[in-house]
Nanobody, 120 residues
Framework: QVQVVESGGGLVQPGGSLRLSCAASGTIFSINAMGWYRQAPGKQRELVATITSGGSTNYADSVKGRFTISRDNAKNTVYLQMNSLKPEDTAVYYC??????????????WGRGTQVTVSS
C-alpha cells in the first residue's frame, strides 16, 4: 500500500511564511508528478503547484512569485515554500502523487490534508 502524508500547516499572520512537506511511502516503484492542491471553505479544490520527477514546475497564477515547489526524489518528498501569505491563501492543502507501484499499477494518491490559516 501507499501512503501520502502532509505536514507543516498552521496559523500565520499575513505576510508570513510556512513550509509544507509531503512524504510518500509504501510499495512505490517510481513517482512521476507530485503536487499541492488546496480547498477553501465553500470552494472547489484547486491546483496550487506541481512538479515532475525531472523538476519541471507549474504554478497557479495566484501563487506565482510567492510559492515555490521542490522535491527530493530520494526521499519521495515534495515541499511547498509559501511566502508573503495572504488571507485568501487560507485553505486545507492537499498533496498528490502520481506513481507506479511495485505491482506495476499506476495510481494517483492523495494525502488527508493540512490546514493553513492566514490571519492577524
Amino acid at each position: 500500500q501507499v501512503q501520502v502524508v502532509e505536514s507543516g500547516g498552521g496559523l500565520v499572520q499575513p505576510g508570513g511564511s510556512l513550509r509544507l512537506s509531503c512524504a510518500a511511502s509504501g510499495t512505490i516503484f517510481s513517482i512521476n508528478a507530485m503536487g499541492w492542491y488546496r480547498q477553501a471553505p465553500g470552494k472547489q479544490r484547486e491546483l496550487v503547484a506541481t512538479i515532475t520527477s525531472g523538476g519541471s514546475t507549474n504554478y497557479a497564477d495566484s501563487v506565482k512569485g510567492r510559492f515555490t515547489i521542490s522535491r527530493d526524489n530520494a526521499k519521495n518528498t515534495v515541499y511547498l515554500q509559501m511566502n508573503s501569505l495572504k488571507p485568501e491563501d487560507t485553505a486545507v492543502y492537499y498533496c498528490n502523487a502520481d506513481l507506479l507501484t511495485t505491482r506495476n499499477l499506476f495510481t494517483s494518491q492523495w494525502g488527508r490534508g493540512t490546514q493553513v490559516t492566514v490571519s492577524s
